[in-house]
């Protein structure tokens, strides 16, 4: 099991910048990729960013040039740095960790509302 905590988000003017961050416990081997994901309302939850254990990165075309996904601490820490926000980007930010293995199982944090508005 794997359990993930959140911090960051909140309010941000358009242009602002915001940083997540999420840190990873319990069974913090078995994973293969940490990744963010956003949902507005009862949309479909969308992957944001993603890095894999060794270091490669994905990022949604959206956010391209304008975000940065790190992985740290030994690889249980992942922020999401976020610059030129946009009204677009406002959602709430799940972290997301996936294990290694046949079987990729996965693990959410509790999500953090990000909202960018003047």
């Known amino acids: 099991q794997v359990q993930l905590v959140e911090s960051g988000g909140g309010l941000v003017q358009p242009g602002g910048s915001l940083r997540l961050s999420c840190a990873a416990s319990g069974s913090i081997s078995s994973i293969r990729t940490m990744g963010w994901y956003r949902q507005v309302s009862a949309k479909e939850r969308e992957l944001v960013a993603s890095?894999?254990?060794?270091?490669?990165?994905n990022y949604d075309g959206s956010v391209k040039g304008r975000f940065t996904i790190s992985r740290f601490n030994t690889g249980n820490s992942v922020n999401l740095q976020m610059n030129k926000l946009k009204p677009e980007d406002t959602a709430v930010y799940y972290c997301?960790?996936?294990?290694?293995?046949?079987?990729?199982?996965?693990?959410w944090g509790q999500g953090t509302q990000v909202t960018v508005s003047s």
């Open positions: 890095i894999t254990f060794d270091g490669s990165t």
């Open positions: 997301n960790a996936e294990s290694f293995g046949p079987v990729r199982y996965s693990y």
